[in-house]
């Protein structure tokens, strides 16, 4: 049964001047981390991760998973959606990662893209998803982050990356400058099978208004989640299980600098799971 692991950190989003600080150190943490647990590692990092570096390393890693064993994919990095192509959505909206080339070529990686590398995996391989990003928010673009700014939502507005032709319209036929934000569901969530057993842990709730942070955290940038995710981890016992570890997290969060409320989303067994076996 082999153990295996993806880790996606994107600091950097040329052309959006919404760039953040913390992605690239999570993603590094959580190889380490994974790789003293007995995982094989392989990372895509900033210019590494672009959308089809993205999809080629998931496929790569689903594809060669067998039965028995157990994959664990994090990603760090801005959320975003975009207007749904065919029709599957309620609200009209596809939720997305954001590619390192969102903007200057790529675009983003929707949940049906996701979901099609997941939905030919073998039988009983298992996976593990973390997200530490937010998926809801406005249309309209965003003013350019501060450098010095302490914490910044993981939200890539609509209006920073797609071109206005592209934009959703509103009744006037004109862009939208608001609307009712998707769900909020990490487009991640899509690889999730509950008959398999997997699990995600996301950094925060679903809907509109709830955010993860990049934050600056003993003078050094993380994900909020990511960061509290690590410690509280590292002092769960042998044998703890997921719901454990979920429990230890939102001792740190919510807080009053992060007012997040990290989640867990699989089967009463799969939160039982021993962490990581």
Known sequence: ???????????????????????????????????ARGFKVSTLL?????????LKAMRELVGKGGKGDTLVITYSGHGT???DSDGDEVDGLDEALCPYDLRTGGG??????????F????SGLRVILISDSCHSGTVTRAAKAEKDA???????????????????????GKPAATMVAPAGTSPLLAAHSRALGDLLLAGCKEGPNNFSYDARINGRFNGAFTYYALQALRS?????????????????LPSASYPQSPQIVGTRTARQGKIFE
């Not at 939905?119 to 073998?122: G, I």
């Open 81 to 83: 959606y975009q207007p």
């Open 236 to 252: 769960q016992k042998a044998g703890a299980s997921y719901a454990d570890w979920h429990k230890a997290i939102v001792k740190y």
């Open 108 to 117: 983003a990686l929707s949940d049906d893209e996701i979901h099609a590398v």
């Open 46 to 54: 900033d210019e590494q991760a672009t959308k089809a570096a993205l």
């Open 1 to 35: 049964m082999a153990k295996k692991a993806l880790c996606i950190g994107i600091n950097n989003y040329p052309g959006t001047g919404m760039d953040l600080q913390g992605c690239v150190n999570d993603a590094q943490d959580w190889a380490n981390e994974l790789a």
């Open 150 to 172: 302490d914490s910044r939502p993981r939200f890539m507005p609509v209006g920073n990356w797609l071109p206005e032709k592209l934009l959703p319209k509103n009744r006037a």
């Open 119 to 122: 939905a030919s995996r073998k």
